[in-house]
């Protein structure tokens, strides 16, 4: 017998309320998963919905590993946002990569417009979002 793929709360749970569960801001999670199982999707998707429910750029702090696997993050980021700008997507597709992310349908409408001008307003906000190695991160507060 194989224990399920995907568990909330210590119980068997659907892709789609993993997902939704995984990826809320709102939520603390901890991901275990092996390499490939999409734990970089889910933690740019997390720090998304975060801008979207109104986090600041500079309030998000994401720390890996290695510089390759932060440089991978910030590219999926940076990607991701572009794409579902106003001049890159339809609000349908905005709506549907929001739920893909866990955002219920109601909810996905009404985020739709914010998500097409997301992009502009973390390139104005003047402060990125943090993704850095750890190392790289306490050489900062060492520096600081």
């Given at each position: 017998?194989?224990?399920?793929?995907?568990?909330?709360?210590?119980?068997?749970?659907?892709?789609?309320?993993?997902?939704?569960?995984?990826?809320?801001?709102?939520?603390?999670?901890?991901?275990?998963?092996?390499?490939?199982?999409?734990?970089?999707?889910?933690?740019?998707?997390?720090?998304?919905?975060?801008?979207?429910?109104?986090?600041?750029?500079?309030?998000?702090?994401?720390i890996t590993f290695t510089r390759?696997?932060?440089?991978?993050?910030?590219?999926?980021?940076?990607?991701?946002?572009?794409?579902?700008?106003?001049?890159?997507?339809?609000?349908?597709?905005?709506?549907?990569?929001?739920?893909?992310?866990?955002?219920?349908?109601?909810?996905?409408?009404?985020l739709a417009d914010s998500?097409?001008?997301?992009?502009?307003?973390?390139?104005?906000?003047?402060?990125?979002?943090?993704?850095?190695?750890?190392?790289?991160?306490?050489?900062?507060?060492?520096?600081?």
């Open positions: 017998m194989t224990a399920p793929a995907f568990r909330v709360d210590g119980a068997p749970a659907t892709r789609e309320a993993f997902y939704a569960a995984a990826c809320d801001p709102a939520r603390s999670c901890v991901v275990e998963a092996c390499a490939g199982s999409g734990k970089t999707w889910m933690l740019v998707s997390r720090m998304l919905r975060a801008l979207l429910e109104g986090a600041a750029p500079h309030e998000i702090l994401a390759a696997a932060a440089g991978e993050m910030r590219e999926r980021l940076h990607d991701w946002l572009t794409r579902h700008s106003a001049a890159r997507s339809t609000h349908d597709e905005r709506v549907a990569a929001l739920v893909v992310r866990g955002v219920a349908p109601e909810r996905a409408e009404t998500l097409a001008t997301l992009h502009g307003r973390i390139l104005a906000a003047g402060r990125p979002i943090e993704i850095r190695t750890f190392h790289a991160w306490f050489a900062q507060l060492l520096r600081a």
